[in-house]
C-alpha cells in the first residue's frame, strides 16, 4: 500500500526515531471492559461505545518542548493520539494550527469583558474540524489494513473523507442525506470518489453504514464514525490541545461548543483533562466550565438537560444547521456529563438566530462561519443575557467550519449595499462621496 503514504522520511527526535503509539486497548465508556485494538466500536458486554484509553506514563513523558519541535499540524501532539507516530504510515491532509481569532469587537457588543476568542477550524484544508479526526482515524484504519474508505456525513466528513482518500490514492465512498446542501455535494463529488445520496436523515444513512460494516462486501472498508470511530473520536482532542498551547499553555475558563453527536464537546473537555493529567498545564482556578450549542430543530442533548434526565430520546432533525443534524446522538451521554460536572449549561438557536449568529461573527470578526458557528455564536449571546456565562471568565468559542460551504443560509439576506451608475455624480447621489 504503498501509495497511501504521506512521507518516507523516518521521523527523529531527541531521543532517536519516533516512539510507538501510548494507545494501550478500547475501553467501553459504559462497563470498563477492556479490548485490543482493533476495528472495533462497541462493548460486547453492554453494548456502550468503546475509546482508546492509554498508558499513562507514555503520556507523562511528553514535554511542551517536544510538542513545540513538532510540525505546523495537528502531528505535533502525535505522541498523544493513537496513530500516527511515524509520519511515513499517515493518511492526511496536515489540518490543525487554525488560528485563534481575538474577537474584542463581538466581546464588547454582547457585553464580555474578559478576552474572548474565536478558535476558526475552517481553515482546515477541506475547511472544517472533520480533517483532525479523519487524519487520525484513516492513519489509524491504514494500520488495521483498510483498503477503502467511508463514512456517513452530513457534509463536512464527507468533504474530508473524500479528500484524505484522493491524496492517498485510496478508493473512498461516502454516504449522505439526498437533501445536503448544495456546496457540500460538490465539495464532496469534487475529489472523485463514489458519492450515495440516500433519500432519508443523517440517521437513516448512519443506520445504514452500520449494517454495511457486517456485510461481506464491505470487509475491507473503514467507516471512520462507525468501525474506526475510537480512533476518529480522539482527533477531536487537538483542537483542546491547540487552543492550551495558542494561549500560551493555559486552558481557557469557558469553552462554547457546537453539539451534533456530542462527541466534540466530550473530547475537547477530554483534552483540557490530559493536559492538566500529565502536567503539561494547570487548571483555572475553579476549573474550566463548557457549555454546549444546539440548533433548535435539532436539540435532543439540550432538551435532556432542561428535564433533567440522562435519556436522549430521539427527535427527527429540521432546520437549516445541517451539519448539527443528528436526532439520535451517539455520545449525548457523554456531554450531558461533561457539562454538568464543569458547571456549565447549554442552550438552542432557531434558523433566525443562527442566520444573525452567522452576520454577527463575520461583521466583528471577519470570520465567515456554516450555520454550525452561527448556531454557536447565537447561544453565546443567550448564555451571557441569561448569565449562565461568566462575562469576566475569559471564552473560547469553536467555529467548526466554513461559511462558503453554506451560502444560502444567509444569500437572501446580504447584498449590494448601493447599485450605481459608474460615475462620481453617481456615487456622490447616494452618500459616498461629500
Known amino acids: 500500500m504503498t501509495s497511501i503514504v504521506e512521507s518516507t522520511t523516518q521521523p527523529v527526535t531527541e531521543s532517536g526515531p519516533a516512539a510507538p503509539s501510548p494507545a494501550r486497548a478500547l475501553v467501553c465508556r459504559g462497563c470498563g471492559t477492556e479490548y485490543p485494538l482493533a476495528a472495533q466500536h462497541a462493548c460486547y458486554e453492554c453494548f456502550g461505545p468503546l475509546e482508546v484509553g492509554y498508558d499513562q506514563a507514555a503520556l507523562a513523558r511528553v514535554t511542551r518542548a517536544d510538542i513545540e519541535r513538532g510540525p505546523d499540524n495537528l502531528w505535533r501532539y502525535a505522541a498523544l493520539l493513537p496513530a500516527g507516530q511515524d509520519p511515513a504510515t499517515r493518511i ?70 473524500a479528500a484524505h482518500a484522493a491524496r492517498a490514492g485510496v478508493p473512498s465512498i461516502v454516504f449522505i442525506p439526498a437533501d445536503l446542501e448544495r456546496g457540500k455535494v460538490v465539495t464532496t463529488a469534487v ?119 440522562d435519556v436522549i430520546a430521539p427527535v427527527r432533525p429540521t432546520g437549516i444547521a445541517k451539519s448539527l443534524n443528528i436526532g439520535d446522538p451517539a455520545a449525548g451521554q457523554y456531554a450531558l456529563e461533561a457539562v454538568r460536572r464543569t458547571g456549565g449549561w447549554m442552550d438552542e438557536a432557531t434558523d433566525d438566530e443562527i442566520r444573525a449568529g452567522i452576520r454577527l461573527l463575520a461583521r466583528t470578526t471577519g470570520v465567515f462561519a456554516e450555520t454550525a458557528g452561527g448556531v454557536t455564536v447565537a447561544v453565546l449571546r443567550k448564555l451571557v443575557e441569561s448569565g449562565r456565562l461568566d462575562p469576566a471568565r475569559e471564552t473560547v468559542v469553536y467555529n467548526t467550519g466554513e461559511g462558503l460551504k453554506t451560502l444560502d443560509a444567509v444569500a437572501t439576506e446580504v447584498g449590494p449595499t448601493h447599485q450605481v451608475r459608474p460615475s462620481l455624480r453617481a456615487l456622490r447621489e447616494v452618500g459616498l462621496l461629500g
Open 92 to 161: 492526511t491532509v496536515n489540518p490543525g494550527l487554525t488560528p485563534l481569532v481575538p474577537a474584542a469587537a463581538l466581546a464588547a457588543e454582547l457585553g464580555i469583558a474578559a478576552p474572548l476568542w474565536i478558535k476558526d477550524d475552517s481553515a482546515n484544508p477541506t475547511h472544517s474540524f472533520k480533517d483532525r479526526v479523519v487524519s487520525v482515524a484513516l492513519t489509524a484504519a491504514h494500520g488495521l489494513g483498510f483498503a477503502r474508505f467511508a463514512c456517513a456525513s452530513t457534509g463536512n466528513l464527507a468533504n474530508s473523507v
Open 191 to 309: 475529489y472523485g470518489g463514489e458519492l450515495v445520496a440516500i433519500e432519508g436523515s443523517y440517521d437513516d444513512v448512519n443506520r445504514l453504514c452500520s449494517e454495511l460494516v457486517e456485510t461481506d462486501e464491505f470487509a475491507d472498508t473503514a467507516f471512520v464514525n462507525v468501525n474506526v470511530r475510537p480512533y476518529y473520536a480522539e482527533g477531536s482532542k487537538t483542537l483542546g490541545y491547540e487552543v492550551a498551547e495558542q494561549l500560551g499553555w493555559r486552558i481557557p475558563e469557558q469553552v462554547v461548543i457546537p453539539m451534533a453527536s456530542g462527541e466534540l464537546l466530550t473530547k475537547i473537555d477530554k483534552a483540557f483533562a490530559e493536559l492538566v493529567e500529565i502536567g503539561l498545564v494547570e487548571a483555572p482556578a475553579g476549573g474550566w466550565t463548557v457549555f454546549g450549542a444546539q440548533s433548535a430543530g435539532c436539540n435532543p442533548i439540550v432538551t435532556a438537560l432542561r428535564a433533567g434526565t
